[in-house]
């Protein structure tokens, strides 16, 4: 059974930083595309943070720039998030995701194309 386990998230004061990590298993992830989705309530799921199979690529939304970083650790199965310069509106349930298939070395920006998911985790930033 493939899972994605998320942790790392909590409660911080605006300014301060938070790592989330998610490990895979069940399967290997090297040639899939990983990624950081959010989701706040009220609003719809958004990619965060998105890396390609090898890590060449990177893409992250506008308000995850200069501020964010994903990494991936191929070896074991892993993505991380590391958040500094928090905000009260990065306040959102975190999710990080795999594609099962392999693909170009592209990151995937749409949740649609993602098919292992993580349960969550809440990241609260308060002001």
């Known amino acids: 059974q493939v899972q994605m386990a998320e942790s790392g998230g909590g409660l911080v004061q605006a300014g301060g930083s938070l790592r989330l990590s998610c490990v895979g298993s069940g399967r290997a992830f090297s040639s899939s595309p990983m990624a950081w989705f959010r989701q706040a309530p009220g609003k719809e799921r958004g990619l965060v943070a998105g890396m390609s199979w090898s890590g060449a690529s990177i893409s992250y939304s506008d308000s995850a720039t200069g501020r964010f970083a994903i990494s991936r650790v191929n070896a074991k199965n892993t993505v991380d998030l590391q958040m500094t310069s928090l905000k009260p509106e990065d306040t959102a349930v975190y999710y990080c995701?795999?594609?099962?298939?392999?693909?170009?070395?592209?990151?995937?920006?749409?949740?649609?194309?993602?098919?292992?998911w993580g349960q969550g985790t809440q990241v609260t930033v308060s002001s």
């Open positions: 995701a795999a594609r099962s298939a392999s693909t170009p070395d592209l990151v995937l920006r749409q949740d649609r194309l993602y098919d292992y």
